[in-house]
Nanobody, 117 residues
Framework: QVQLVESGGGSVQTGGSLRLSCAAS????????MGWYRQAPGKQRELVAF???????NYADSVKGRFTISRDNAKNTVYLQMNSLKPEDTAIYYC???????????WGQGTQVTVSA
């Protein structure tokens, strides 16, 4: 079992920035795909970005050029830097760890991001 704990959410105005962090309770390795998802009220959970070891990250079209995902395996942590935030980015953001070998999926409890106009 792996526990994921997100932090860094909050409330900002349009154009502001936030940095989300997700700390894993166990070491993360190259076969772990780390990702961020979000779920807005009344909508389905959607992929925001994911990263594998050695990659620069993959992004949803809606956040390309504004969000940056990164990982620090030594700290068992993945980050999501969010710039130029828009009201439509308002959602609960969830960290995900996918074991690409066993296909096991782990989720954090979520952190709220609210962007006001």
């Amino acid at each position: 079992q792996v526990q994921l704990v997100e932090s860094g959410g909050g409330s900002v105005q349009t154009g502001g920035s936030l940095r989300l962090s997700c700390a894993a309770s166990r070491p993360i390795f190259s076969f772990h795909r780390m990702g961020w998802y979000r779920q807005a009220p009344g909508k389905q959970r959607e992929l925001v970005a994911f990263i594998t070891s050695g990659s620069s990250g993959n992004y949803a079209d809606s956040v390309k050029g504004r969000f940056t995902i990164s990982r620090d395996n030594a700290k068992n942590t993945v980050y999501l830097q969010m710039n130029s935030l828009k009201p439509e980015d308002t959602a609960i953001y969830y960290c995900n760890l996918n074991n690409m070998l066993s296909k096991a999926d782990y989720w954090g409890q979520g952190t709220q991001v609210t962007v006001s106009a």
